[in-house]
Every structure is written in structure tokens, then in C-alpha cells.
């Protein structure tokens, strides 16, 4: 199982970047996929989760509205659009996977976003 983040950078508040994560390794439809994400002295915090099943998404508050999470099943791709950039997004973003009914097993090596003017 391999999940490899990119898309990652440095952007002026207000601003917006697309993160990509290529997955390989295991039959992406039989997986949900999230992101996470952890800024330097704070607990990682999971952002955004789109199912395999039902297609279901969910976003963490503090991204909501701002971030767009989207599958895309014949390129085993996950990609999150990130606009309105704030400070406060800065942080390491990883992607996850977990089979139906299972926890967050498989991760990637994250790709670092940093919001600075």
C-alpha cells in the first residue's frame, strides 16, 4: 500500500493550493479515504474524509467551506482543493486510508502548506 502526497507549498493568505494523493497498492473503490493535518507543536487533526461507499464527506470545522475534497476513482487519486488560505492552515497535510469498518492503517510521507505573507 502506498499513498504519496504533493501539491504542497507556500502561499500568501487568502490564497488557494490543490493537494493530490496517488494511491497504489490496494483496491482504491474497497477504501475511504481522509486528510490530516499537523502543525508543529499540536496534535494532528483529521480535516476532511470522502467514503468509498456511499461517497459521504465530512470537513472539520475549521476547514468548511474553504477546502473541497474530491475522489477521483479511475486515477486511485484523492485530491483536496484548499482556497482562502489562512495562517492557521499551516502544517504538514497527510493522506490516509482505511478499509470499510477498519481505522487509519495506511499513510502517506505528507506534503508541507504554509500560509505566510
Known amino acids: 500500500v502506498q499513498l504519496v502526497e504533493s501539491g504542497g507549498g507556500t502561499v500568501q493568505p487568502g490564497g488557494s493550493l490543490r493537494l493530490s494523493c496517488v494511491t497504489s497498492g490496494f483496491t482504491f473503490d474497497d477504501y475511504a479515504i481522509a486528510w490530516f493535518r499537523q502543525a508543529p507543536g499540536k496534535e494532528r487533526e483529521g480535516i476532511s474524509t470522502?467514503?468509498?461507499?456511499?461517497?459521504?464527506?465530512d470537513y472539520a470545522d475549521s476547514v468548511k467551506g474553504r477546502f473541497t475534497i474530491h475522489r477521483d476513482n479511475a486515477g486511485n487519486t484523492v485530491h483536496l482543493q484548499m482556497n482562502s488560505l489562512k495562517p492557521e492552515d499551516t502544517a504538514v497535510y497527510y493522506c490516509?486510508?482505511?478499509?470499510?469498518?477498519?481505522?487509519?492503517?495506511?499513510w502517506g510521507q505528507g506534503t508541507q502548506v504554509t500560509v505566510s505573507s
Open positions: 470522502i467514503n468509498n461507499n456511499d461517497g459521504k464527506i
Open positions: 490516509s486510508a482505511r478499509p470499510t469498518g477498519s481505522s487509519w492503517d495506511y
